[in-house]
C-alpha cells in the first residue's frame, strides 16, 4: 500500500465480521474476527507493522465493513476502496454456520447480499463523480470442469461501456493481474506489480468507453 499512499492515493479496505464475531477495532492478524485469509492487506508489513495487533496504520485503513455506509454519507471515503464480504455472503460452498434468517443456499445468499449492499455504493455521490465498482470473485469451482475457470466479474461505473444501464461483454482473456495492471493505470501507480507488468497481460480497458 506504499506505492498509493506515495502516490497520494488515499485507501481503505472493509472487511465484514463472520456471522457471530464482534466488531473489530483492532488490526485483525487471525480468525478471530474473519477469514484473514480474504484480507491480503493485513498481510503486507507496511501495514501490520510488525504483526502488531495495535498496528495504527492497520487500524486506521482496515474497517469493519459497517463504517462503509457512514463514510459515503459524509463523502470521507477513500480514493480505493477493497471490500471483503464474510464467509456467509461471499458465496464460498459449504459454509455454516449463517444468520437463520438468510437463505441456506451459498449463491442465493451471496445474490442477496450484494441486491443490497451494491445500491449503497452505486448511489453514492463519490460512485455518481466518476466512480467505479469491480465485484470480482477470487476462485473458480473447487472441482469439476470449471475448476480453473472462468471466474465472475461485473464492472459498474459511468465510464464503463453501457453506462451502466446496458449489458456489454467481450470474448478477451483476464485474470487477477488484468485487474491489477487497470487500477495501477488509473491511479498512476508504479512500478507494475508482478504479472500486472508484463506486457501480455492485457488490462481491462475495453470495458470501459
Request: glycine letters at 8%; charged letters at 20%; a negative charge.
Amino acid at each position: 500500500m506504499k506505492l498509493l499512499e506515495e502516490a497520494g492515493i488515499s485507501w481503505r479496505a472493509y472487511a465484514e465480521p463472520d456471522f457471530g464475531a464482534p466488531v473489530y477495532d483492532t488490526c485483525p492478524l487471525d480468525f478471530t474476527y474473519l477469514d484473514v485469509e480474504h484480507l491480503a492487506f493485513v498481510y503486507f508489513s507496511d501495514v501490520n507493522q510488525g504483526l502488531n495487533p495495535k498496528s495504527r496504520e492497520c487500524i486506521t485503513h482496515v474497517r469493519p465493513y459497517y463504517q462503509l455506509a457512514t463514510d459515503l454519507a459524509n463523502q470521507t471515503s477513500a480514493q480505493y476502496n477493497f471490500i471483503t464480504p464474510n464467509l456467509c455472503h461471499d458465496g464460498h460452498e459449504d459454509v455454516s454456520p449463517c444468520d437463520k434468517t438468510e437463505s441456506s443456499n451459498n449463491t442465493l445468499r451471496s445474490d442477496q447480499w450484494l441486491k443490497q449492499n451494491v445500491p449503497l455504493i452505486t448511489e453514492s455521490a463519490e460512485y455518481k463523480a466518476g466512480g467505479a465498482l469491480f465485484i470480482i470473485w477470487d476462485e473458480a469451482e473447487d472441482s469439476g470442469g470449471f475448476s480453473d475457470g472462468p471466474i465472475g466479474m461485473f464492472l459498474l461505473s459511468p465510464f464503463a461501456k453501457g453506462s451502466g444501464k446496458k449489458a456489454y461483454s467481450n470474448s478477451i482473456y483476464y485474470d487477477h493481474s488484468s485487474t491489477l495492471k487497470t487500477l495501477q493505470e488509473i491511479f498512476g501507480v508504479t512500478p507494475l506489480l508482478g504479472a500486472a507488468g508484463d506486457a501480455a497481460t492485457v488490462d481491462l480497458s475495453d470495458l470501459f468507453k
